[in-house]
């Protein structure tokens, strides 16, 4: 059973940074895509960054240039380093990843940025 561990969110200031941290676990093969999804109150869950096995990487328009996911597939891991916070990217930010054709999700790790 894949399990996600999510760890990193913290409150912070606007233009500061924070790294997120996400351990994997459960798995026989290379996990097919990893990163982060994230839900701000009242909204709906939406993908923030996310790179396959094979190196292609996606972003939602409103953290490019801010926001770099990257994986450790010797440590099962991936990371989310953001930089320039928003207030608008305070949210609970969900680990997620791709393996064998499933869906999984850790608990989620909560970030608030205060203006």
């Known amino acids: 059973q894949v399990q996600l561990v999510e760890s990193g969110g913290r409150l912070v200031q606007a233009g500061g940074s924070l790294r997120l941290s996400c351990a994997a676990s459960?798995?026989?093969?290379?996990?097919?895509?990893m990163g982060w999804y994230r839900q701000a109150p009242g909204k709906q869950r939406e993908l923030v960054a996310i790179?396959?096995?094979?190196?292609?990487?996606t972003y939602t328009d409103s953290v490019k240039g801010r926001f770099t996911v990257f994986r450790d597939d010797t440590r099962d891991a991936v990371y989310l380093q953001m930089n320039s916070l928003k207030p608008e990217d305070t949210a609970v930010y969900y680990c997620?990843?791709?393996?064998?054709?499933?869906?999984?999700w850790g608990q989620g790790t909560p970030v608030t940025v205060s203006s």
């Open positions: 790179r396959t096995y094979g190196g292609t990487t």
């Open positions: 997620y990843t791709q393996y064998r054709r499933r869906d999984y």
């Open positions: 459960g798995s026989n093969f290379a996990f097919d895509a």
